[in-house]
């Protein structure tokens, strides 16, 4: 499968087909997306992840968007406009699609090839990941820095009390003020006090 970087040129485009949010596999979910999700839909991080998400249960400490019906419909998928109702803050895997990341530090990409629209001309994969608002390389700092600390809590969840779990899931997704905007500060943080209840098991 030909590897594909950030300057490579790629038939890619959209016309709302939905494919992108139906059938789908479990979509992710890191502390700046619930951030930035909660902000624009008006609501606390407590109220957005009672409503809109569920734990993964075999792979602590992941939370996914809920689903709808047989079609296992992302909760988020608009039905009237055909659409993401939060297109400009969606999660990576969905900025992604259909590409998937091979090596996400040095921006190396294959292609799935479901995405069914082929556009009369090509563009870069820089361009399709970014869009309009940079929503890629505006983030892709904090979603390295997640996707390593999540690793290194799934690897330790056997050491872990149900009630450190707890901690771990209200520091992951939950402490954010939203009223605040330092998203970056509040993220820095919030890790680090995940940290410290994993370390403090290890001494
Ligand atoms: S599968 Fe392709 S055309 Fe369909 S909604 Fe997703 S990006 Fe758009
Ligand atoms: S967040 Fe948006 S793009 Fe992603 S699966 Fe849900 S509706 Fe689709």
Redesign the pocket.
Known sequence: MDILTMKSKVSLGCNRCDK??VY?GD?KLTGVNIYQISKHLNMTPKEFIEKYTERLEDSFPEIV?KTKGEKRE?????DDFK?????SI??L??IM?PLVPENLKRNYFTSNNQCPYVPPKKITVKKWLDGNNRLYSKNKKNYLKWISYMEWISYREEKLTKEEKEKIYFYLFENYDISKRNLNKQFDSNLKEVEKIINQKED
């Open positions: 992108c949010c789908r979509i968007f992302c909760i988020l998928y608009d659409g993401c109702s939060i297109n969606k999660p895997q969905c699609f």
